[in-house]
């Protein structure tokens, strides 16, 4: 059973032409993460929801952008997609709680700019 | 921020062989996992592990949270154990996950 699903599995799009990507979850989970990872490189975090709370990584550009509408969906827009900005995109939850809790992903987004 | 070293950074196995693979990580953590990443890009998770030992089928993972490392363990490995091995940390209150730079395994047949 598919508990985080991202859509769609490839993507193509222009340089320059904004492009979204979408995730969805099954889980409930309280926190949604966007992971960028390019070619041979380990995954780095974009940016979380925590609930609707949005928290960016220091490094992230200000060409990403998410959106989080209601508890099983969280959308990340690229406003003007670089070449350098093709890559593999994982988003990923977990459940909030006192403790730590582990991150389950989905399946990734390969996004290729033309 | 946190640092995650992972050894060896590739490995080539034999099928039927066994194998290691470890992380050492520079501060505490409150969240570790150990994640495969296959030919078509899936993160699959293993294990969650921030201290102990846990067993699941052929692999196994042990964290000495004192020491800061964790190891992997691949028995009787096949050809569909290939890919890269992650393993990420989060650290403090935080729930960001960083990554190692994995370890890229092939098993030969």
């Known amino acids: 059973d598919a508990m985080v699903i991202q859509n769609p599995r490839y993507q193509v799009t222009q340089f320059g032409k904004p492009v979204t990507l979408s995730c969805s979850q099954t889980l409930n989970h309280n926190v949604m993460y966007w992971y960028q990872q390019k070619s041979s490189q380990a995954p780095k975090l974009l940016f979380h929801?925590?609930?609707?709370?949005?928290?960016n990584e220091a490094d992230t550009p200000d060409n990403f952008q998410s959106r989080r509408p209601n508890t099983s969906f969280c959308f990340l827009d690229i406003r003007s997609p670089g070449l350098g900005d093709a890559a593999m995109y994982l988003c990923a939850t977990s459940r909030g709680d006192r403790e730590v809790q582990p991150q389950h992903f989905g399946d990734g987004t390969r996004l290729s700019i033309l | 921020g946190i640092q995650v070293e992972q050894s060896p950074p590739d490995l080539i196995l034999q099928e039927g062989a066994n194998s290691t693979l470890r992380c050492n990580f520079s501060d505490s953590v409150n969240n570790l996992q150990w994640f495969h990443q296959n030919p078509w890009g899936q993160l699959i998770n293993l294990f969650y592990?921030?201290?102990g030992t846990k067993q699941n089928g052929r692999l196994s993972a042990t964290t000495v949270a004192t020491e800061r490392y964790s190891l992997l363990y691949i028995s009787s490995s096949q050809t569909t154990d290939s890919g890269v091995y992650f393993c990420?940390?989060?650290?403090?209150?935080?729930?960001?996950?960083?990554f190692g730079k994995g370890t890229s395994l092939l098993v030969t047949p």
């Open positions: 929801y925590y609930d609707k709370d949005f928290n």
């Open positions: 592990i921030p201290s």
């Open positions: 990420a940390v989060a650290a403090g209150s935080g729930y960001a996950l960083n």
